[in-house]
C-alpha cells in the first residue's frame, strides 16, 4: 500500500477518507488546516477508502489531557475492505516514527472495551502493540500510552476528563468540527429534541482551550443526561430519541 501526507498545499483537491461527501468534508478540513501549523498529521492510503492516523503534538490535542511531550493520535481508522491487510501496522509505525524524530516521549490514544468503544481505538491491538493503560475515565474510556523513552512519565487525564459530569439538566451535548459527522448529525438531532420537547443544549467547541477543559475523555462528541455521561458516539435522529426514552 502507498500513502500520502494531507498537507495545506493539497488537502483542497484531496479526500479525507471519514468523509467522502463535499459538505461533510467541508468543515472537517478547515478544522484540518487550522491545525497543521500546531503539528498536525493526517497520513492516509493513497488508495481511496477509510484507511489514516491523524495525530498532533499531545499539548496540542483537543482532549483534557495532561501528556506534553508526547504525540496524541485523534483517530486511526482502518474500515471496510482495507481491514484485514495489516495497513494499521503501516500506519503507527509511521507515527513512531515521526514521533522518535521529533524527540517525543511516546504516543497516547483513547480507547474503550466493547460497546463503549464506538469511534474509539481498540485496547486488545494497542495492548499487542506494546500500549499500556495510562489512565481510566469514570465513564470507561481509557487513556493507552507506548513509551519511547526511559522512565517516562505516563500521561494522565485532567481530573474534568477523569470524573465526566455536565452541571446542567437535560441532555447536553459538546461537540467539535474534528469528526465530520458531527456537522451533519447534531442539527438533526437538535430538531429533533425540538419536535419532541426534548431539552437539549448543545456546545460548539471551537477552540484549544476550551477542548481541553471539557468535562469528559472524549470532546469530538460527549453527550449528557442530568449531569452524566452517556456516550461518545455520535448519534443519529432516531438514535437519539430511542436513547430519550430508554435513559429516562
Known amino acids: 500500500m502507498n500513502y500520502i501526507y494531507i498537507t495545506k498545499e493539497n488537502i483542497d483537491s484531496e479526500h ?4 467522502m461527501s463535499g459538505k461533510q468534508s467541508l468543515a472537517k478540513k478547515e478544522w484540518l488546516k487550522q491545525r497543521f501549523d500546531e503539528g498536525l498529521v493526517f497520513y492516509r492510503s493513497k488508495e481511496r477508502g477509510k484507511c489514516f ?5 499531545a499539548e496540542n490535542a483537543w482532549v483534557p489531557i495532561e501528556a506534553d511531550g508526547w504525540l496524541y493520535i485523534n483517530c486511526l481508522w482502518i474500515a471496510g475492505s482495507m ?7 503501516d500506519l503507527l509505525r509511521e507515527c513512531i516514527r515521526d514521533a522518535e524524530a521529533q524527540g517525543r516521549k511516546g504516543i497516547c490514544i483513547l480507547c474503550a472495551q466493547g ?19 495510562a489512565d481510566i475515565s469514570d465513564c470507561g474510556i481509557s487513556l493507552m500510552y507506548l513509551p519511547l523513552v ?6 494522565k487525564f485532567k481530573d474534568c476528563a477523569k470524573h465526566p459530569k455536565a452541571d446542567e439538566d ?19 438531532v437538535q430538531e429533533a429534541a425540538k419536535e419532541h420537547g426534548i431539552e437539549l443544549k448543545a456546545i460548539h ?11 469528559a475523555p472524549v470532546t469530538t462528541y460527549a453527550l449528557f443526561r442530568d449531569g452524566r ?20
Open 150 to 155: 526511559p522512565d517516562a512519565e505516563p500521561p
Open 16 to 19: 479525507i477518507c471519514c468523509a
Open 53 to 57: 492516523i491523524e495525530y498532533i503534538p
Open 83 to 89: 481491514k484485514g491487510h495489516g495497513y494499521s501496522n
Open 229 to 248: 455521561f452517556l456516550t461518545q458516539g455520535i448519534q443519529s435522529d432516531k438514535k437519539f430519541l430511542a436513547l430519550a426514552e430508554t435513559s429516562n
Open 170 to 188: 437535560g441532555f447536553v451535548l459538546y461537540y467539535t468540527d474534528q469528526c465530520p459527522f458531527t456537522c451533519y448529525w447534531v442539527p438533526r
Open 205 to 215: 467547541i471551537t477552540d484549544k482551550e476550551s477542548a481541553q477543559s471539557v468535562p
Open 115 to 133: 460497546r463503549k468503544r464506538e469511534f474509539l481505538a481498540d485496547p486488545k491491538f494497542l495492548a499487542y502493540k506494546g500500549f499500556k493503560t
